[in-house]
Structures are given as structure tokens and as C-alpha cells.
């Protein structure tokens, strides 16, 4: 198995960064001469090196973005709210969001108009059946049974109540009010 692993190995694979590449080549390949292969270190040393300095520049213009946003309080927090305000922005100017936006309003007024519908043709049904002689005579065997339950039959009338209660004499509303254990004598 080690010896299909090193197989697999290129000799001319890539160095990671800050891997000093020039003590990484270990076989020098035979279609370059001695000068050429000498130039070309000499190039790969002369990037690496531009290479750190980019790193270190960056690094420093890092800290200074860092220091000028943290004098004008810009906080992590104000940086991550202005990020999502904008990537909002983006989505509902997009496309995508327009045409989902547009269906989603057609079919809201669709539903909306099927909806009424059908709550006229409830309510068309339902005065349908109203008007039935099965209902009509439902309802009037349910007013003759209301009239029958009710203990007076008061016309509403606020001075025939007055009047009736006017006529009574005290006794007579004494008794009425006065319970049946009360009028019976003690033992």
C-alpha cells in the first residue's frame, strides 16, 4: 500500500504558503540546463518574497481599515446589519423575487374572488332553503311554541306593565312576595 502512496506522489508538486520552495525541489528535472534551472530559483525565491511582503501589507491595511472604522463607531454589528439591508435590496430588485412577488399577488386575488363566490352561493343556498314550505313551516311551529312558553303574552307596551303594577294593592303584592315558610307558625 506505501509503495502505490508513493506513486501517487508528484515531485513537482506545489509548496504551501510560507513553504520555503527553493529547499523543496528535490530532483531537478533533465530538460533544463543548469542555468535555466538556476534563473528559475532565482524567480521562485524573488516571488515567494513578494509574496510575504503582499501578506504583511495587506495585514497592516487590515488593522488600519479596523482602527478608522472603530473611530467612526462602526461596529461589527452596524457592518452585519448594512450587509443585510443591501443583500435585501438585492433579492427584491432581482428577477426571481419580482416574478414569485407578481404570481403570489395573482393568485391572492384569485383566491380572494373564489372566496366571495362561494359565500355568495352559500348564502344564495341558504335563502333558498329558507324560503322552503319545510322551513317556513319549521318556523312557524317554533313561533307558536315560543308563544306558548312565554308567561305573559305583553303586548311590550311599557304603560300596560306600569298600569298592571299600579292596580295591585300592597297586600295583595306583600302575599305574592312574602315566601311559604314564613306565613306557617313556629311549633
Not at 530538460?31 to 501589507?57: G, H, M, N
Not at 298600569?163 to 312576595?177: D, G
Amino acid at each position: 500500500m506505501e509503495e502505490a502512496d508513493q506513486g501517487t506522489q508528484r515531485p513537482d508538486s506545489i509548496p504551501e504558503v510560507g513553504e520555503d520552495a527553493v529547499t523543496t525541489v528535490s530532483q531537478p528535472t533533465n530538460a533544463l540546463t543548469e542555468e535555466e534551472q538556476e534563473e528559475l530559483r532565482s524567480e521562485l525565491a524573488k516571488v515567494e518574497d513578494e509574496i510575504q511582503t503582499l501578506s504583511q501589507v495587506l495585514a497592516a491595511k487590515e488593522k488600519h481599515v479596523a482602527e478608522i472604522k472603530r473611530k467612526l463607531g462602526i461596529t461589527p454589528l452596524n457592518e452585519f446589519k448594512q450587509n443585510i439591508t443591501k443583500s435585501w435590496q438585492e433579492v427584491t430588485t432581482s428577477t426571481a423575487y419580482k416574478k414569485t412577488s407578481e404570481t403570489l399577488t395573482q393568485a391572492s386575488q384569485k383566491a380572494t374572488a373564489a372566496f366571495s363566490s362561494v359565500g355568495s352561493a352559500i348564502s344564495r343556498k341558504l335563502e333558498d332553503v329558507r324560503n322552503t314550505p319545510t322551513f317556513k313551516s319549521f318556523e312557524e311551529r317554533v313561533e307558536s311554541l315560543k308563544t306558548k312558553m312565554s308567561p305573559t303574552t305583553s303586548t311590550g307596551d311599557f304603560g300596560e306593565v306600569l298600569n298592571s303594577t299600579a292596580s295591585t294593592s300592597p297586600v295583595e303584592a306583600k302575599a305574592e312576595m312574602t315566601p311559604a315558610s314564613e306565613s306557617e307558625e313556629p311549633h
